[in-house]
C-alpha cells in the first residue's frame, strides 16, 4: 500500500491554457474524491467517482472541468482554459467501498498556479 | 446541508503547553466527524475520527477530541505540544446516512494554523 500519489505536484500555466492532473488511488479502493483548496481555506469537494462512475459534481465544478476514472483505476481532472482563480491546490482522496468507507485518504496534491 | 466553523484561525503556544483547537459544526443529519492535518506544501493526513461509540477518541501523535452532541462540538486537544505539531488543523464532516445514499463527501472547516514557539 503506497498511499494516494498525484502527478504533478506543481503546475504553472499560463491563462487560456489547458492542464490535466492525475490521481491514483490507493489499490482496491472503489471511491474517489477531488477537492479544490484555495490558500486560507478548508478544501471543497468537486466530484466523486464509485468505480468509473461519477456519481456527484459539485456546482464549483464549472463546464471547464472535466473529470474521468476510466476503468475504475487511476483518475484525471482536466481544466479547459485556464483562468487565474483556478490557481489552487487540487487534492484527491480514495476510501474503500466496504469496510472503512467512510474514512478518505489524500494524495500531496497538486497546485496548480495561473499565470 | 452541512457547515464546520473552527473559531480560531490562528493558535499561537509555547512548546510543552496543553493546546485545544475548536470545532462546531451544524448538520440536518446525524454526522461522521474528522480532524485532519496539513503541513506545508502537503496534502491532508488523518489524525482521529468519531464514528460511533466512545465520545472522547484518541488518535495520533497524542492528540485526542471530544465529540458533544448537545454542543455539536469537536474540539481537538493535546495536553503538551511539541515544535513539530505546527501545521494547519482541519475539522471536517461527512453524512453517515449510508441508507440515503451518502456519498460520505467531507465539509471542511477552514482550518486553524497552530504555531509553537520554543
Known amino acids: 500500500d503506497t498511499g494516494v500519489s498525484q502527478d504533478p505536484r506543481h503546475k504553472i500555466t499560463k491563462r487560456g491554457q489547458n492542464v490535466t492532473f492525475r490521481c491514483d488511488p490507493i489499490?482496491?479502493?472503489?471511491?474517489l474524491y477531488w477537492y479544490r483548496q484555495t490558500l486560507g481555506q478548508g478544501p471543497e469537494f468537486l466530484t466523486y467517482?464509485?468505480?468509473?462512475?461519477?456519481?456527484?459534481k459539485s456546482r464549483l465544478l464549472s463546464d471547464r472541468f472535466s473529470a474521468e476514472r476510466p476503468k475504475g483505476s487511476f483518475s484525471t481532472l482536466e481544466i479547459q482554459r485556464t483562468e487565474q482563480g483556478d490557481s489552487a491546490m487540487y487534492l484527491c482522496?480514495?476510501?474503500?467501498?466496504?469496510?472503512?468507507?467512510?474514512?478518505?485518504?489524500f494524495g500531496p496534491g497538486t497546485r496548480l498556479l495561473v499565470l | 446541508a452541512q457547515s464546520v466553523t473552527q473559531l480560531d484561525s490562528q493558535v499561537p503556544v509555547f512548546e510543552e503547553a496543553p493546546v485545544e483547537l475548536r470545532c462546531n459544526y451544524s448538520?440536518?443529519?446525524?454526522?461522521?466527524l474528522f480532524w485532519y492535518v496539513q503541513y506545508p506544501n502537503q496534502g491532508l493526513q488523518l489524525l482521529l475520527k468519531?464514528?460511533?461509540?466512545?465520545?472522547l477518541v484518541k488518535g495520533i501523535n497524542g492528540f485526542e477530541a471530544e465529540f458533544n452532541k448537545s454542543q455539536t462540538s469537536f474540539h481537538l486537544r493535546k495536553p503538551s505540544v511539541h515544535i513539530s505539531d505546527t501545521a494547519e488543523y482541519f475539522c471536517?464532516?461527512?453524512?453517515?446516512?449510508?441508507?440515503?445514499?451518502?456519498?460520505?463527501?467531507?465539509?471542511f472547516g477552514k482550518g486553524t494554523l497552530l504555531t509553537v514557539n520554543p
Open positions: 482522496a480514495s476510501s474503500p467501498l466496504a469496510g472503512g468507507r467512510e474514512t478518505q485518504y
Open positions: 489499490s482496491e479502493h472503489n471511491r
Open positions: 467517482f464509485q468505480n468509473e462512475a461519477q456519481l456527484e
Open positions: 448538520s440536518s443529519v446525524s454526522v461522521y
Open positions: 468519531y464514528l460511533s461509540g466512545s465520545t
Open positions: 471536517a464532516v461527512s453524512d453517515r446516512s449510508y441508507s440515503g445514499g451518502s456519498n460520505y463527501k467531507l465539509t
